[in-house]
């Protein structure tokens, strides 16, 4: 049966909303978790899933749901420390409340940086597939290789099904060249987390999650095997980010590996 009833965790951040807005047209009833009071949302959870104190409120939370959008979590660079409790020890957290709960799937916000010391294909290189290895480029990054490997352990050892979405760059228009390769418009988010939610037989499925942008550096081929069919295309915004940053130069360190300036010490910005 597909689902209907879904926790989004993150929701008052930016992809949660996005997908607070945009879900509801597919017919999902949200309930909503954050560490931040999600505002005009009076019935949203406020926890924090790294503290272990909250582990029953978790528990609670997850209860009687038909699946997981697990946003929530730090989502840029951070201390080990930081990253540690609310991507690591959260996302654990996370997944033991699921399997206590019998909740069937979760969809987990994963990142391109799990990936993002992935050499930028040229012209004519294959796209990067998804058994393409984890190579890190933060400790955030190493927190969604991290995820993605739980997931796959609670589906081997406890049939909790789960989708890792190795996110691009989700926000209302790509703002830099590099985006053009990775960005996915917030209505092609909506699909592919539907996709992700409804799809039979996922086991653990990874899928990089972009639209259909003309400048795409890796493979949607197991995001459009769960019936994701992408609309949307950076291409429109192309000419105008050139003129203002230039053509992407992979000979230049923040551009030349996918997590772009997450690849540089210090990072420089913007990427
Ligand atoms: P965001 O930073 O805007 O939102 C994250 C939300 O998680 C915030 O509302 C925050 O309060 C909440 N949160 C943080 N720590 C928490 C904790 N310990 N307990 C409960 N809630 C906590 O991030 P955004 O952009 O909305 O991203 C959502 C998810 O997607 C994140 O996991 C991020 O890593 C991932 N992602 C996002 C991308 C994007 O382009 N926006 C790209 C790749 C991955
Ligand atoms: C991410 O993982 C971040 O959460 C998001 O804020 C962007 O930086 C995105 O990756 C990106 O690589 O553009």
């Known amino acids: 049966p597909a689902p209907r009833t879904v926790l989004l965790t993150g929701a008052a951040g930016g992809v949660g909303t996005l997908m607070r807005e945009l879900l509801p047209r597919y017919g999902y009833e949200l309930r909503l978790l954050d ?11 406020t ?68 990936v993002g010391f992935t050499p930028v294909p040229g012209a004519g290189d294959p796209l990067i597939p998804v058994s393409a290895p984890h190579r890190p480029d933060t400790f955030y990054g190493l927190s969604k290789s991290f995820g993605e490997d739980l997931a796959q352990l609670y589906w081997d ?47 653990h499925t990874v899928v990089y999650g972009s639209s259909d942008n003309t400048r795409l550096w890796w493979d949607l081929s197991s995001a459009r095997a769960l019936g994701y069919e992408p609309r949307d295309d950076s291409e429109p915004y192309a000419a105008k980010l050139i003129a203002e940053q230039g053509e992407l130069d992979t000979a230049r360190p923040d551009q030349a590996h996918i997590g772009g300036a997450f690849c540089t010490d210090p990072p420089i910005w913007p990427h």
């Open 35 to 45: 560490l931040q009071p999600v505002e005009g949302e009076p019935d949203a959870v």
């Open 47 to 114: 926890l924090d899933i790294g503290d272990p104190a909250s582990r029953d409120a978790l528990r609670e939370a997850v209860r009687g749901v038909d699946a997981v959008l697990h946003l929530a979590g730090i989502s840029l660079e951070a201390p080990f420390e930081k990253i540690l409790r609310a991507n690591i020890q959260g996302t654990h957290h996370l997944y033991e409340a699921v399997r206590e709960e019998g909740v069937r799937r979760v969809v987990f916000a994963s990142s391109n940086h799990a």
């Open 157 to 203: 050892l406890h049939g909790v099904e789960s989708v890792s979405v190795r996110i691009g760059s989700c926000f209302p228009e790509p703002t830099t060249v590099r985006m053009l390769s990775i960005w996915m418009s917030p209505a092609d988010g909506a699909r592919l987390f539907h996709a992700a939610l409804t799809a039979e037989d996922v086991g």
